[in-house]
């Protein structure tokens, strides 16, 4: 999965300028009908990350970033983190949301704010219909590090 140029320089600068980039105490978990794009462009003009949208009773799923919700990192070819607590977002109460097939992280709770991260595919895209409370299991969601 890829991280947005906006993170890959935001982490880049601290690790290597010193400059101070101030990690979010909150994330916020975004389902996509489109991928996102690392220069942050695309189809609604902001994030490249086209959402539901909240007029359909769409919202991102808050998730604290703290070591319950992602524990340490594994793995010694490639750094990989993943959930360890379920998001559910939902349920679906309004309208059919659409096929969402992306998922996205991101630094703002409300839709058009914040900064895309990191984006990915979903394993399986899924039609979201009323009714619906689309989930990622513990260690559904993983990021990798290559």
Do not use: H
Request: some cysteine.
């Amino acid at each position: 999965m890829p991280f947005t140029n906006y993170f890959s320089k935001a982490i880049l600068d601290q690790a290597f300028r010193g400059t101070a980039y101030t990690f979010p105490t909150t994330m916020y978990v975004g389902l996509g009908l489109n991928t996102g794009t690392p220069d942050g462009s695309g189809a609604d003009g902001r994030t490249g990350f086209n959402e539901p949208g909240s007029g359909l009773g769409y919202a991102r799923f808050t998730y604290a970033n703290n070591t319950t919700n992602w524990p340490a990192a594994t793995g010694t070819t490639n750094a990989t983190k993943s959930n360890s607590v379920a998001i559910t977002f939902g349920p679906n109460t309004t309208t059919n949301w659409g096929t969402v097939a992306y998922w996205g992280l991101f630094d703002g709770g409300t839709l058009g704010a914040g900064n895309l991260c990191i984006y990915g595919s979903l394993t399986l895209a899924k039609a979201v219909n009323i009714g619906d409370s689309p989930s990622f299991a513990i260690g559904a969601l993983t990021i990798t590090l290559t």
